[in-house]
């Protein structure tokens, strides 16, 4: 199969506490796992993402950990702020990377 | 870089009626692609591309075409629009992997279509 589920579908956390999304893929032959973050009537924008041979990668306030064995990976933000606020997509590259295939999306709020 | 375009950026169809949505790279990206958005239901994937002459179905690919006939354009065509085609369209291009490290996809604005 070529599934990504993503977990939870929305997410409240108050400002300055951390925020963890989860994602599992089916395709044992995937390596790329990007995630993209997506404002109201916006396009998705790419914020992080991270390759099979690595198990984790951190960008200032935002990290990855990828579990191949498992096959899931997660996106970690901390001391969120307001402008965090938004959908956060997960995806993994399947069909020898040709294509990604996306979760359905996770809608975090930060309240201030 | 004019990155991913994507013409035109609203649409009124009416049921029966076929269009084609216009998508145009400028970063000699390899691989194009084709995602509807719909509420809750993610992006999902409609009709992708790996080079030129080159065209694969994606999750979604029922009443859609596509035609890869250059590197720039990746035109989406609907035939005979229908109102559960109501929906966000995006188009996405990145590179291959082959000649430089990054797997970035870049998105374009999107098209948003309404079908009555």
């Known amino acids: 199969g070529e599934n990504v589920e993503q977990h939870p579908s929305t997410l409240s956390v108050q400002e300055g506490d951390s925020a963890v999304i989860k994602c599992t893929y089916s395709?044992?032959?995937?390596?790329?796992f990007p995630w993209y973050k997506q404002e109201l009537g916006k396009r998705p924008q790419l914020i992080i993402d991270i390759r099979s041979n690595v198990g984790e990668k951190k960008d200032q306030r935002i990290a990855v950990t990828l579990n191949k064995t498992a096959k899931h990976f997660s996106l970690h933000i901390t001391e969120t702020q307001p402008e965090d606020s938004a959908v956060y997509f997960c995806?993994?590259?399947?069909?020898?990377?040709?294509?990604?295939?996306f979760g359905a999306g996770t809608i975090l709020r930060v309240k201030s | 870089n004019a990155g991913v375009t994507q013409t035109p950026k609203f649409q009124v169809l009416k049921t029966g009626q076929s269009m084609t949505l216009q998508c145009a790279q400028d970063m000699n990206h390899e691989y194009m692609s084709w995602y509807r958005q719909d509420p809750g239901m993610g992006l999902r994937l409609i009709h992708y591309?790996?080079?030129?002459?080159?065209?694969d179905q994606g999750e979604v690919p029922n009443g859609y075409n596509v035609s890869r006939s250059t590197t720039e354009d990746f035109p989406l065509r609907l035939l005979s629009a229908a109102p559960s085609q109501t929906s966000v369209y995006f188009c996405?291009?990145?590179?291959?992997?082959?000649?430089?490290?990054?797997?970035?996809?870049?998105f374009g604005p999107g098209t948003r279509l309404t079908v009555t």
């Open positions: 591309s790996v080079g030129a002459g080159i065209t």
């Open positions: 395709d044992s032959a995937s390596n790329y």
């Open positions: 995806a993994a590259s399947v069909r020898r990377g040709n294509k990604l295939v």
């Open positions: 996405a291009s990145r590179a291959s992997g082959r000649a430089s490290f990054s797997y970035e996809q870049y």
